[in-house]
């Protein structure tokens, strides 16, 4: 089973920064999909952020646009997630993920069929 690997999560200040990192040994996703989520205890996963296979478009949800920002180096086979402004509603578990089946960017959640096991960020307030 292909596993994505994610990194960097912490605990951090109201207003500090982390970035997340996300690689996959074994494999390469160059072209795929990447998206970030992250779930609250209790609720369903939600997006984050999403690049396409190309890394030329991104989108993010409306709560995280402006702070967060997703980036890949495909030369690295890794993604990333550069988090700034943090806010202590974003303390959540944050997975990673790829999409084999599509090159665009894409908030839904089904069509991302590799997961990582999630890294926990912790914001103090």
């Known amino acids: 089973q292909v596993q994505l690997v994610e990194s960097g999560g912490g605990l951090v200040q109201a207003g500090g920064s982390l970035r997340l990192s996300c690689a996959a040994p074994g494999r390469t996703f160059s072209s795929y999909t990447r998206g970030w989520f992250r779930q609250y205890p209790g609720k369903e996963r939600e997006f984050v952020a999403t690049i396409s296979g190309s890394g030329d478009s991104t989108d993010y949800a409306s709560s995280v646009k402006g702070r967060f920002t997703i980036s890949r180096d495909d030369a690295k086979n890794t993604v990333y997630l550069q988090m700034n402004s943090l806010k202590p509603e974003d303390t959540a578990v944050y997975y990673c993920?790829?999409?084999?089946?599509?090159?665009?960017?894409?908030?839904?959640?089904?069509?991302?069929?590799?997961w990582g096991q999630g890294t926990q960020v912790t914001v103090s307030s």
């Open positions: 993920a790829a999409a084999s089946n599509t090159f665009v960017t894409t908030m839904t959640r089904r069509r991302y069929d590799y």
